[in-house]
């Protein structure tokens, strides 16, 4: 299945994302409430509402995206790759441009993303719901049969049918042998390094970085040689 993949009409995404508000004190109080129902079978006994709000960037009810990036596989031999972020602090904004983005490529464009199933695809429409924005056709799968949507997930791949485990991104390409550069923050760190830190250029490279490792191991798992720096480009 895989080696009959087009690459030319695929997409691999990755999103960051980040709490709503900079601390749990500034959440609405009824929103304070719902958080703490939300997560109270999550929390440790060490664990308040309060200290286990860091997280809540990966709940699409109370957190936001800051950063989608999306990579695309080129004609050229040897192929290339060209990797575009859609980042800011108003998500309406970006998640439009993301829309209209998708709007011009085919329907029947496949998506690709790392644990994508189970967050980056579902992420990215429950927020564009919540804007009111329509869902774009590659995102919308209600109605649809499994083998009609049009998603390949690595991990999902990696699994091959094994639903026991969480395999990260960073293992599989440090078992690929697929060269990454040092970690500068990891996905724990980007709601801390959004709000305190105030930098949203280092999220948004952190992202891409994540695009371009799952492409790479794509390619790993389709049994070709990795795309070469050189022909990876950031516009």
Request: aromatic residues 10%; contains cysteine.
């Amino acid at each position: 299945m895989l080696e009959q993949l087009d690459l030319l009409n695929m997409m691999v995404l990755d999103i960051e994302t980040v709490p709503q508000y900079p601390t749990h004190d500034e959440l609405p109080e009824h929103m304070q409430k719902l958080w703490d129902a939300k997560t109270k079978y999550q929390r440790r006994d060490e664990d308040t509402a309060q200290s286990f709000y860091e997280k809540a960037g990966i709940w699409a009810e109370f957190g936001k995206i800051v950063c989608i990036s999306v990579g695309f596989f080129t004609k050229e031999t040897p192929t290339g790759f060209r990797v575009k972020s859609f980042a800011g602090h108003d998500e309406r904004e970006l998640l439009v441009k993301f829309a209209l983005m998708l709007k011009d490529r085919p329907a029947n464009l496949v998506l690709c993303a790392h644990n994508g199933k189970e967050f980056d695809f579902p992420y990215i429409c429950r927020r564009m719901l919540i804007h009111g924005i329509k869902l774009p056709a590659q995102l919308q799968i209600a109605g649809k049969k499994p083998w009609e949507v049009n998603h390949i997930d690595t991990m999902e791949l990696w699994k091959f049918g094994d639903y026991k485990s969480y395999t990260s991104l960073s293992l599989l390409t440090a078992i690929f042998d697929i060269p990454t550069p040092k970690d500068d923050i990891d996905g724990s760190q980007v709601g801390n390094v959004y709000w305190n830190d105030n930098q949203l250029e280092r999220i948004c490279t952190y992202c891409q970085k994540d695009v371009i490792a799952t492409a790479q191991l794509l390619r790993r798992f389709r049994g070709q040689d990795l795309i070469a720096d050189d022909n990876i480009t950031i516009v």
